[in-house]
């Protein structure tokens, strides 16, 4: 059996970019003096969103995208379910920066639509994987 190559890929791709958002959540809170909490401050919701949505759809991707590369799913399948979820990350992290993608108070829809992109992506490859996994095991 050869190691998950591709999960472990992603999986470097999605940790970074948790660091990242971890950081600037730690940044916001040391600049405003927000130890706990938002402290009322939209900005700082809309970081902590950003990295806690992040954390809540990421490990359980890349441990199933493993599962998936080391047994019944094609490789070429699993490398692009994780290009497919890891730009739905993006998408939904740019869209959570702003305003507009978080409670849609400006006057453009883009982010509203790059957010619906990140959570459709994030949905649709939970259920390939799942599905190919059933699937290839039954």
């Known amino acids: 059996m050869t190691p998950p190559i591709i999960a472990a890929v992603a999986g470097a791709i999605l940790i970074i970019m948790q ?6 959540v730690g940044m916001h809170r040391s600049r405003h003096r927000v130890n706990l909490g938002t402290g009322d401050d939209p900005a700082l919701e809309r970081k ?6 992040l954390a809540e759809n990421a490990a359980l991707f890349v441990v199933v995208l493993a599962l998936a590369e080391m047994t019944v799913v094609p490789n070429d399948v699993v490398g692009i ?11 939904h992290a740019v869209a959570m920066s702003t ?7 400006e006057k453009t829809r883009a982010f ?3 957010r619906a992109v ?3 992506s994030t949905f649709g490859s939970f259920i390939a994987l799942g599905g190919y996994l059933l ?4």
């Open 19 to 24: 660091a990242i958002f971890m950081l600037l």
């Open 48 to 53: 902590i969103r950003r990295h806690g949505n």
């Open 81 to 91: 379910i994780a290009i497919i979820f890891i730009l739905g990350r993006i998408f």
């Open 99 to 105: 305003v507009a993608g978080s409670h849609g108070a």
């Open 112 to 114: 509203l639509i790059m």
């Open 118 to 120: 990140g959570a459709f």
């Open 135 to 138: 699937a290839g095991i039954f």
